[in-house]
């Protein structure tokens, strides 16, 4: 029965010393919702997104330490409306081109591949990740409250989060930084037992818009 407890007061102490995932706002998680239907409004604008001026950054963090992941950008269209906030839009990123930004070599490599694996995004059947607006709410100044559902792993979930949209010459740039939960698209794996891997993993977003 001690021993027991031993292994219960240990994997606390382990799961306590995780790194924290940045600080950020948590992304509101729902079911999926149905796209809005764009063309009925009037004055929208549709744009294109600049994958090489743009980047969408996860990282994931375990008890040793933390990783960056880019998610390269496929393509992209993002409409914008008349009253100067997001009417739809989706982007596709590539996840089986994914990227380890700070690690180099074979340590680059090997993570590279455990990441495209089924551990984390099965990329061999699920290659692509999705997010495609649903809705925008307008806050203060330039911050609006954005909705998309968000596919990766063949599952969809729809979350709401802050980002500041920036307007200018016709354009856009997006900014956002917030934190999701892997388990809600079935990213279950949980690390060694000596370095376990936290659920929250924070996103940021800048996007830019032509």
């Known amino acids: 029965m001690k021993r027991r407890a031993r292994v219960i007061v240990l994997s606390v102490a382990i799961w306590q010393a995780c790194i924290l995932a940045p600080q950020a706002p948590q992304a509101e998680t729902s079911e999926a919702q149905a796209p809005p239907n764009v063309p009925a409004q009037p004055g929208a604008k549709s744009l294109s997104i600049a994958a090489a001026q743009s980047k969408v950054i996860a990282i994931g963090t375990k ?98 989060f802050p980002a500041v949209l920036h307007l200018h010459d016709g354009g856009l740039r997006a900014k956002a930084n917030f934190n999701i939960n892997r388990q809600e ?10 370095d376990l891997i936290r659920d929250e993993v924070n996103i940021n977003l800048d996007i830019t818009a032509q």
């Open 185 to 194: 698209w079935g990213i279950a794996y949980k690390g060694k037992a000596d």
């Open 63 to 160: 008890v040793t330490g933390r990783h960056e992941i880019a998610f390269p950008i496929k393509e992209g269209q993002i409409t914008v409306s008349d009253d100067k906030c997001i009417a739809g839009g989706k982007i596709t990123m590539d996840l089986s081109k994914l990227e380890v930004l700070d690690l180099q070599g074979d340590l680059k490599a090997k993570l590279e591949g455990h990441l495209r694996s089924e551990d984390f995004f099965l990329t061999e059947k699920y290659p692509e990740a999705v997010f495609e607006i649903t809705g925008c709410e307008k806050a203060n100044g330039d911050t609006v409250f954005l909705s998309g559902n968000l596919t990766m792993r063949g599952q969809t979930k729809n979350i709401k």
